[in-house]
């Protein structure tokens, strides 16, 4: 392993719902929804699902960006059969459609409450804040935030139908994706799918963040988590299709929102595992956090460098933030 793999556990600009607690120990396989019945859609294939005809890539990393206490090494072959995968983040357009159709409340809904960074909170909904995350203070507790007003009572998603849905679980998600009739990505499928042809690059696009003073993503600029210059263009997330896309055709593989994977997360299952499965891997059986990949508009290079392809991070199953999302996969064959 590269001598300077990065040792240092900072943690990820994302926050769990139970900040300070253990979650207990799960396993794979979960109720969706605390019991939840979506009414299934039914879908076709179209032009925001894209078709990989999978096949054998190297995954993981052991650059010297890398985070070894994230378990983002060691480089593996792993070999994937074919899936269908959103060209975008689910949106709040189609969010607002699902539960439209069901009837669904979110967690954060349940909760009454949830995390909205700090910069993002109105002058009036911060005199009401009176709790924030003690070891990222950055993050505070904001009643009412949700899914549909993502920073508070006095927010709103009507100019953000385009932008991915955020203030959202996995548990939301996966009740989204029983609906679509469609699935979370494996980790290896998301990145699979993030590395967009590319052979052990950064990111989807190539190794340098910026080319030729060309964004490619929506990622912090600045000095976090005080002074966002919003070079990119943007100090919350990006619309789904901002930016251009990687070489399969897919938007916003990094940045803009974390994106929830199917995974059990685990900093050590591939480390001298030989019954680890190279072969459409799911991961662990159990575990407490749900693996989560791509980094979001917070992620900066001084504090949250999670923002590359093999960068991993996780959360609590009903954890939602305001920089949380996530996108589906379908098999083949496609009904």
């Known amino acids: 392993m590269n001598s300077f793999y990065n ?24 109720q969706v929804g605390e019991g939840f019945k979506a009414p299934v859609r039914q879908v076709k294939a179209d032009v925001n699902m894209v078709l990989l005809q999978g096949g054998t890539f190297l995954m993981g990393t052991e650059d010297r960006e890398g985070f070894a206490s994230d378990g983002e090494g060691p480089v593996r072959e792993i070999t994937l ?33 949830s995390y909205v960074f700090h910069l993002l909170v109105s002058a009036e909904t911060a005199i009401a804040v009176t709790q924030r995350v003690h070891r990222a203070p950055w993050w505070w507790v904001v009643e009412g935030a949700n899914w549909r007003q993502p920073e508070g009572p006095d927010s709103h998603i009507d100019d953000r139908m385009n ?86 055709g897919l938007y916003n593989m990094v940045g803009n929102v974390w994106e929830f994977c199917a995974d059990w997360f685990s900093p050590t299952y591939h480390l001298n595992n030989d019954s680890a499965s190279r072969v459409n891997p799911t991961g662990p059986d159990q575990g407490q956090n749900r693996s989560m ?27 939602a933030a305001g920089n949380m999302g996530f996108r589906c996969v379908k098999d083949l064959p496609f009904q």
């Open 7 to 30: 040792q240092d556990p900072r943690p990820c600009c994302a926050v769990r719902r139970h900040h300070a607690a253990e979650p207990p120990l799960l396993q794979k396989e979960q």
């Open 81 to 113: 059969s074919p899936y269908y995968i959103d060209r975008y983040a689910v949106t709040n357009d189609e969010f607002a459609r699902f539960v439209a159709a069901t009837g669904y409340i979110t967690e954060s809904e349940k909760f009454g409450w």
């Open 293 to 319: 990949r791509g980094g979001s508009y917070l992620c900066h290079e001084s504090y949250c460098n999670r923002y590359r392809v093999a960068a991993r991070s996780a959360n609590t199953p009903d954890s």
């Open 163 to 248: 932008h991915p849905v955020i203030q959202v679980s996995y548990n939301d998600a996966l009740a989204y994706c029983e609906w679509a009739s469609k699935r979370l990505p494996t980790e290896a499928e998301w990145e699979f799918a993030a590395r967009g042809g590319l052979v052990q690059k950064r990111f989807p696009w190539g190794d340098e963040l910026e080319q030729e003073g060309k964004h490619h993503c929506n990622v912090w600029q600045g000095a976090f988590p005080h002074v966002n210059t919003t070079e990119d263009g943007y100090i919350g997330t990006a619309p789904v299709d901002a930016y251009e896309p990687n070489g399969y």
